[in-house]
């Protein structure tokens, strides 16, 4: 191991802890806030299951259109299995998902690492852009109304929107050199021109993707019916917005407590408060990982059959 190396991996162990032990903190400080679900009603929680099945369906629909145009047809138990299991380890080890299936799709359908790579980025930049769009009109909304002064957050969703706006209307180009690095590099770039070259495709990824923050914005909603905390579906869907920015910031080796401490803080500043804010999102994961374990369950099957 370099010595950068070692530093860098040393930097997210101490950023690892203090994550976790402020999370620990906050959950011990609202523990109380828990105690409610004990009274979570059937309509509540069939809400909250319908939501999650729904966005893992939305997410493995997604990655089979994404397949389908390098000519890779999985099953729909098939793509169901692999969303909740990237679902499941990313919200517990940093991309531990994302790595599992690329694992998966290469010993079976040998789809190379270099093509998951680039099109697992194309997409990535597709949901940022339309997280960041998303959080530039409900902030605007929210500072039109009144309701809240928050500019900075409106200028920081703007500039994310714009810069992948331009980014997203462009072509990867690389120079052609011989070796090893650089045909990974080229077939990755390939892939990532693929995806966003597509049209049918980059429009069907914007569809499903407007469609997941939507539905985490109504799983946050529901989290608050829940809690029994009032607040707006706006601010919702500013933290839904948000959470696809914070969950690609790699200062963490886990993802547990950075999206609630995140979303607390941004509960925070627009009068919703901290307590709220590291609750919805804790119960919110709480369900999310239960639910997609669950499916992961059901349908590991589909991810060991033998190739047709």
């Known amino acids: 191991m370099s010595k950068y190396s070692y530093k860098h991996h040393l930097i997210k162990q101490i950023a690892t802890i203090g994550i976790f032990s402020g999370f620990g903190i906050l959950l011990f400080k609202y523990r109380e806030g828990f105690y409610i679900l004990q009274d979570l009603s059937v309509f509540q929680f069939v809400s909250f299951f319908?939501?999650?099945?729904?966005?893992?369906t939305l997410s493995g629909s997604k990655l089979s259109r994404i397949l389908n145009s390098f000519n890779i047809y999985l099953k729909k138990s098939e793509w169901f299995a692999l969303s909740s299991i990237t679902t499941v380890l990313n919200g517990i080890f940093f991309k531990s998902g994302s790595l599992a299936t690329s694992a998966y799709l290469k010993k079976k359908y040998d789809f190379p690492y270099a093509s998951f790579v680039g099109s697992f980025i194309g997409d990535q930049l597709i949901i940022l852009f339309i997280a960041s769009l998303i959080g530039s009109i409900t902030t605007a909304s929210l500072i039109y109304s009144g309701s809240v002064q928050i500019f900075f957050i409106f200028i920081v969703f703007?500039?994310?929107?714009?810069?992948?706006?331009?980014?997203l209307g462009g072509k990867i180009t690389l120079p052609k050199k011989e070796g090893r690095i650089w045909e990974q590099l080229a077939i990755g770039t390939d892939s990532f021109n693929t995806l966003l070259q597509n049209k049918n495709l980059f429009y069907t990824l914007c569809t499903h993707n407007i469609s997941l923050i939507i539905t985490a914005a109504l799983r946050l909603f529901t989290a608050c019916s829940i809690l029994h905390q009032e607040i707006p579906l706006a601010h919702c869907f500013l933290f839904a917005a948000a959470i696809p920015i914070i969950r690609i910031i790699p200062i963490a080796h886990s993802d547990i407590g950075i999206r609630e401490i995140a979303v607390g803080f941004l509960s925070e500043a627009i009068g919703s408060g901290l307590k709220a804010g590291v609750l919805i999102t804790s119960i919110d994961r709480i369900f999310e990982l239960l639910l997609t374990g669950l499916s992961v369950g059901i349908f590991r099957k589909s991810l060991i059959t033998p190739k047709n």
Do not use: C, K, Y
């Open 50 to 56: 319908s939501l999650v099945i729904f966005g893992i």
């Open 158 to 167: 703007t500039i994310i929107t714009v810069f992948l706006f331009i980014l």
